[in-house]
């Protein structure tokens, strides 16, 4: 039989099958690539607005007597002891307090 012109079709409609698939394959990832970089600048937004916890460090007590108004008060304490705020940045950029703790002592 001819065995060697089989072989040698097979392997032509092999050689051409893969070319075909290369122009898919790249296009297929050209599109992925431009479609993770969309999806990416479409969601920095809602990142960035997520909720995070900020510690503000203990200030020393002239400072806080002075933010106090010279009266030991919840702000004098609060203000000696710092604190953190959960805090996220609404559509118009300012920062938004959601909620607030003493620093964990752990």
Same mark, same amino acid.
Request: net charge neutral; charged share 20%.
């Given at each position: 039989?001819n065995?060697?012109?089989?072989?040698?079709?097979?392997?032509?409609?092999?050689?051409?099958?893969?070319?075909?698939?290369?122009?898919?394959?790249?296009?297929?990832?050209?599109?992925?690539?431009?479609?993770?970089?969309?999806?990416?600048?479409?969601?920095?937004?809602?990142? +960035? *607005?997520?909720?995070?916890?900020v510690?503000?460090?203990?200030?020393?007590?002239?400072?806080?007597? #002075?933010?106090? @108004?010279? =009266?030991i +008060? *919840?702000?004098?304490?609060?203000?000696?002891?710092?604190?953190?705020?959960?805090?996220?940045?609404? #559509?118009?950029? @300012?920062? =938004?307090?959601? *909620?607030?703790?003493?620093?964990?002592?752990?």
């Amino acid at each position: 039989m001819n065995y060697p012109i089989i072989a040698a079709l097979a392997l032509l409609a092999g050689a051409t099958t893969a070319a075909q698939a290369d122009p898919a394959n790249a296009l297929g990832r050209a599109v992925g690539s431009f479609s993770s970089g969309v999806s990416q600048a479409a969601m920095q937004p809602l990142i +960035n *607005s997520q909720p995070q916890w900020v510690t503000i460090a203990p200030r020393s007590k002239e400072e806080c007597f #002075a933010e106090s @108004n010279d =009266v030991i +008060n *919840s702000t004098f304490v609060r203000c000696r002891r710092g604190r953190q705020e959960l805090t996220r940045f609404d #559509a118009a950029g @300012n920062r =938004v307090v959601l *909620s607030e703790r003493g620093i964990p002592e752990w």
